[in-house]
């Protein structure tokens, strides 16, 4: 039988700047994915708040 080099622990210390830059990039993906669904459901929704042209084309002479 062996020995480990590190503990469980002095790995997870090691670890914890890894561990919170990986926290950083998933609670920025989650970010993106909520402004995602946002985006679809006003789209879907369609409210119609666009503002209606009010000129008229001029055709071309």
């Known amino acids: 039988l062996g020995f480990l080099e590190y503990s469980f ?3 997870v210390e090691a ?4 561990y919170f830059i990986r ?3 998933g609670g920025l993906f989650l970010i993106g994915a909520l402004i995602m ?3 679809l459901w006003r789209t879907v929704r369609g409210d119609g708040d666009a503002v209606p ?3 008229q084309a001029v055709p071309a002479e």
């Open 9 to 11: 622990v002095e790995t």
């Open 15 to 18: 670890m914890h700047p890894y």
């Open 23 to 25: 926290a950083t990039g």
């Open 37 to 39: 669904v946002y985006n």
């Open 53 to 55: 042209l009010t000129h």
